[in-house]
């Protein structure tokens, strides 16, 4: 099934992509700023991503420019879409000199978005089915460090904090924090190092984040 990554602020629009791509048998995953769309496309690898160019906290000018500098994501196909009007032309030659291989200006026509997605992937792009791992009210994706609470997604998470939440999820109790640093980082982790990773961790999981609990000795998920 093609992964695609959606960046886009509006999230009605990202509603619309969704239903669009979802019933033509993609998998789809979002993000809303720039950065969230950087680290994400670095953790997921996705097969195609579409862009917006108006995103909060990093353009799309500096994400495609930060993608192509990075050799696991120099060859994923960017299609960009904007409803920037002033010297479109300008942008778009730009943008393409970038290295992103298609622009598309809104307001987007899925039909069209879809036929574009297809002839950039192929009509016959297929990936294997990943591997699900489930624990309680666990599902999560190793492969693409995908995580879901009770049928809900709850978020695609960076390499670090997919650790730290995998050895939680497959500890019987409480897990000291010594160990999980000498599992993740080796003799050169800190507790520190733990504690930051564990911060976000719980950001990524928002509403689902009173399962991670502190302990006396370290860390305990309630799953």
């Known amino acids: 099934?093609?992964?695609?990554?959606?960046?886009?602020?509006?999230?009605?629009?990202?509603?619309?992509?969704?239903?669009?791509?979802?019933?033509?048998?993609?998998?789809?995953?979002?993000?809303?700023?720039?950065?969230?769309?950087?680290?994400?496309?670095?953790?997921?690898?996705?097969?195609?991503?579409?862009?917006?160019?108006?995103?909060?906290?990093?353009n799309g000018v500096e994400v495609v420019k930060r993608l192509k500098q990075k050799k696991a994501t120099r060859d994923i196909p960017i299609i960009v879409l904007t409803a920037y009007a002033a010297d479109a032309n300008f942008m778009e030659s730009g943008i393409m000199?970038?290295?992103a291989v298609e622009y598309m200006r809104k307001p987007v026509q899925m039909p069209e978005l879809v036929k574009t997605i297809k002839r950039l992937l192929g009509d016959t792009?297929?990936?294997?089915?990943?591997?699900?791992?489930?624990?309680?009210?666990?599902?999560?994706?190793?492969?693409?460090?995908?995580?879901?609470?009770?049928?809900?997604?709850?978020?695609?998470?960076?390499?670090k904090r997919f650790e730290v939440l995998f050895l939680l999820i497959q500890?019987?109790?409480?897990?000291?924090w010594q160990e999980l640093v000498e599992k993740i980082w080796g003799r050169d982790g800190t507790k520190n190092d733990l504690e930051k990773t564990v911060s976000r961790l719980r950001e990524d999981l928002g509403p689902e984040a009173h399962r991670?609990?502190?302990?006396?000795k370290g860390y305990q998920l309630i799953v």
Request: glycine share 8%; proline share 10%; aromatic share 8%.
């Open 1 to 58: 099934m093609p992964r695609i990554l959606s960046v886009e602020d509006d999230p009605d629009f990202q509603h619309l992509v969704s239903y669009a791509l979802r019933n033509q048998g993609f998998e789809v995953h979002y993000a809303f700023t720039g950065p969230e769309g950087h680290e994400k496309a670095l953790s997921l690898n996705p097969d195609l991503i579409l862009l917006d160019m108006m995103l909060p906290g990093l």
């Open 97 to 99: 000199a970038l290295g």
């Open 125 to 159: 792009h297929t990936k294997p089915p990943f591997a699900l791992w489930k624990r309680g009210a666990f599902r999560i994706v190793p492969e693409t460090k995908s995580v879901w609470v009770d049928g809900h997604m709850v978020a695609n998470l960076p390499p």
């Open 171 to 176: 500890a019987d109790g409480e897990v000291p």
């Open 212 to 216: 991670l609990s502190t302990t006396r």
